[in-house]
């Protein structure tokens, strides 16, 4: 009953694609985008001797329209007022050869509305408010709202910085409606997840501007969590947690501009994140950290970025029913990334990546093991336009 390796496999194909147009009016004054994205992936599966397949399409339309002002008179302020509203369409489909009952058909299209309005005022207080509306096919419509803080206190490098805001996200086709009655059970009476959290931080440069530290604590609720439940058999169906999940945490971030040609950057955080009841939240560390060295040479042409990124122990279910474990420990772990750039012309440049230089065996999910050492190389070309 164990987890173990077997025959069957996944294969995946996922394909990406963007493309906007910018207009700019009267001297940048009002700025307009329009934009369009299509995502599709297929997945095809053989799992004990059986094929199913399934086929996710998600296409959006946008556009975002922003006028920028300025009232020297009033308050020396610069202003920025920003409308966006966005149609995304998405699609399921869903087939398994042993099981007839998994096939289905499933789609909808949503609507968003976002009003956004940004001051600075004496270039040393800078507030922005915003405002959305989502209008939902399948779930009740949803208002949320964010509002922001900073203030620079003049001549001391000190920054002060708040914000507070609202969230929601509609659950997944997968965790409505289910893949594979055999393992995963949708649950088509999921809620929305909702959130309310705020942060509070002060940020101070050093040196001549050349180091910059900044410190933030931060605090979220979330209701109506979705999580797997586990049930006999080898069944798994995901379900709203009643009650308020909890997470608080504290992040530093650092800067150093060593030379104009060498920088160093870091970051550590701490997490306390918790279910309703008081139990840790899985695939949640307690501790983070990140550490990054770039290096430009050659006149700017060339670049070398090296990076180490630390995660810590987490906790994660455990679904076997023969070893009457609910809950097992996932190893903290220590991976490295270098990567490298070229820049032959303007217009064109070579790129290269190591990840996971030092070929570290770790997991993210109790069971599931994740990439080892791996290279990547390509080229990035520019075309201007007259």
Do not use: C
């Not at 975002?64 to 998405?90: G, K």
């Not at 964010?146 to 002060?160: D, E, F, K, N, W």
């Amino acid at each position: 009953g164990l987890v173990v390796d077997s025959d069957d496999y996944t294969e995946t194909e996922q394909i990406y694609g963007r493309a906007e147009a910018r207009l700019s009016l009267f001297d940048g004054a009002w700025q307009q985008k329009l934009g369009a994205a299509m995502t599709r992936a297929d997945r095809d599966t053989v799992e004990s001797g059986t094929t199913s397949e399934s086929t996710g399409t998600k296409g959006k339309l946008d556009y975002q329209s922003t006028f920028l002002f300025d009232t020297p008179t009033l308050a020396d302020a610069t202003h920025s007022l920003t409308f966006y509203v966005e149609r995304e369409h998405q699609d399921f489909r869903n087939r398994s050869e042993g099981f007839p009952s998994a096939d289905q058909y499933r789609g909808t299209t949503d609507h968003g509305y976002v009003g956004e309005y940004r001051v600075g005022l004496w270039d040393q207080l800078f507030l922005s408010a915003a405002l959305r509306f989502d209008d939902n096919e399948r779930f009740e419509d949803a208002t949320t709202y964010r509002g922001t803080a900073a203030y620079v206190v003049p001549g001391s490098g000190t920054r002060l910085h708040a914000s507070y805001a609202t969230g929601a996200t509609n659950p997944t086709f997968f965790e409505l409606f289910g893949f594979d009655p055999n393992t995963f059970v949708g649950n088509p009476d999921l809620k929305p997840e909702t959130s309310k959290g705020w942060d509070a931080g002060v940020e101070q440069k050093f040196l001549d501007d050349r180091v910059l530290i900044d410190v933030t604590y931060f605090e979220t609720d979330l209701r109506d969590e979705i999580q797997t439940a586990f049930l006999p058999g080898f069944l798994a169906t995901p379900v709203n947690l009643s009650g308020k999940s909890t997470r608080r945490g504290i992040e530093v971030t650092a800067q150093a501009r060593v030379t104009d040609a060498f920088d160093l950057a870091g970051s550590f955080t701490w997490l306390d994140a918790e279910e309703p009841g008081g139990r840790s939240e899985v695939r949640r560390p307690d501790y983070m950290a990140s550490a990054s060295a770039n290096y430009r040479f050659l006149g700017g042409r060339a670049n070398v970025n090296l990076g180490v990124d630390y995660n810590g122990r987490a906790i994660d279910n455990e679904f076997v029913d023969s070893t009457g474990r609910i809950r097992v420990g996932l190893d903290d772990y220590v991976l490295v990334n270098l990567a490298a750039s070229y820049r032959l012309t303007d217009n064109v440049e070579l790129f290269g990546r190591v990840e996971n230089l030092l070929d570290e065996d770790y997991q993210d999910v109790y069971g599931f093991d994740t990439p080892g050492i791996g290279a990547y190389a390509g080229i990035k070309v520019a075309f201007d336009t007259p």
